[in-house]
């Protein structure tokens, strides 16, 4: 069984149904909250739960309502208020329904809860679609129809009590599989990098539409091997749209992102160089080159150098950080060094060169630390 945060627990085939949707789905759904709906019986069994939708670079808030006294029924999902004209599976006249993932429903398949909400997620996408394409603003309009074919493209309308309605896409960008680039790569989820477009809807007789907002949005996963924050984003010219500016910002991304694996060839370069200068790292980051860890002394004085190496090296240098191994502080751990960033670096300087000049600078930053730790010590005491 799954435990509640208030202590209730989902009984065993419902908490089944839910590991498989967290587990299996190709995106990143989480739950919000779990609780009971029992006000007879046992109220600590619970058979509801928030789900947090991934959808259009944010979360949508759909509530899962199973019912723990008639367990073999299908949930009930419940949308959120905004939604209340979103109907999945309403066929209005005399139209037949159409098949969905609850004409078949299994409470002992682990997987029904995935598909259905994977269905829905769809159709909800398509509805969002719809709701935009009858709004009377005719550069939205064109907007869909000119990049309707890309595959994957998200676009919602987004509203609320003070705010002005907008528009947001969310645009796939690249057809290059991002988790292939770097071996040994650990991403568990596929790498997408994403242009987050948001366009106010003008209304008739309403002043000139001004520029899209406009982002690069990516994982905090994809940030080892390359920082979306890092693009400059092009100008977005008057009468611009954006089948006319994604071919661009495409390719310039490709450059970058070639770019970015390479400089993973020369990180790696470095921290091999450091070997035969300071001794063989004892921690080192083997996929992306990012982190080292050197055991290093002064006389008897023995502490860890914590090397940072950062995606544009070496266009900026490391940093590093010193970690005592005979020092502690009043917590019990051990005595570190500020960040340092004032080693000695030139980015026209080779990898054995680098290496000299770091081994060169902790000779002298040792004695340094071994005296900041003493001070620490002693005013501590």
Not at 283 to 291: I, L, Q, W
Request: glycine share 4%.
């Amino acid at each position: 069984m799954a435990v509640v945060s208030n202590g209730g627990t989902l009984p065993p085939l419902i908490a089944a149904q839910l590991n498989y949707l967290l587990t299996h789905s190709p995106f990143s759904v989480k739950v919000d909250r779990i609780w009971s709906g029992c006000r007879k019986g046992n109220p600590q069994l619970a058979d509801r739960f928030t789900l947090l939708i991934p959808l259009c670079l944010d979360y949508i808030k759909w509530d899962v309502i199973y019912n723990a006294q008639y367990p073999l029924a299908a949930p009930d999902i419940i949308f959120a208020a905004e939604d209340e004209s979103f109907h999945p599976f309403f066929v209005a006249g005399d139209g037949e329904t159409p098949k969905s993932s609850l004409c078949d429903w299994n409470i002992k398949d682990p997987s029904k809860l995935l598909a259905l909400i994977h269905e829905l997620r769809d159709i909800y996408i398509l509805y969002q679609r719809k709701r935009i394409a009858e709004l009377d603003d005719d550069r939205l309009k064109f907007e869909i129809s000119t990049i309707h074919s890309r595959e994957g493209i998200e676009v919602c309308m987004i509203s609320g009590p003070d705010k002005p309605e907008e528009v947001r896409f969310a645009v796939p960008l690249l057809d290059i599989d991002l988790n292939k680039l770097v071996h040994g790569c650990p991403w568990k989820h596929q790498q997408i990098i994403y242009l987050q477009v948001v366009f106010p809807i003008r209304r008739k007789y309403g002043p000139a539409p001004s520029a899209p907002r406009m982002k690069l949005v990516s994982s905090s996963e994809l940030k080892a091997l390359f920082s979306v924050e890092d693009v400059k984003l092009l100008p977005w010219s008057e009468g611009m749209c954006m089948a006319e500016y994604l071919p661009t910002l495409e390719e310039n991304l490709k450059l970058q992102i070639v770019d970015a694996v390479a400089s993973v060839g020369v990180r790696r370069r470095f921290i091999e160089a450091l070997a035969p200068i300071c001794g063989r790292p004892i921690e080192a980051d083997p996929v992306f080159c990012r982190k080292a860890t050197l055991l290093a002394a002064t006389g008897v004085f023995t502490f860890l150098v914590h090397i940072s190496i950062p995606i544009q090296f070496p266009k900026q240098q490391p940093t590093l950080m010193l970690q005592s191994s005979q020092h502690f502080n009043a917590q019990g751990t051990p005595i570190m060094s500020p960040p340092l960033v004032d080693c000695p670096w030139s980015p026209r300087w080779d990898a054995l060169q680098m290496a000299e000049r770091i081994f060169e600078f902790l000779v002298e930053e040792g004695l340094t630390f071994k005296k900041y730790c003493n001070d620490i010590l002693v005013q501590h005491h």
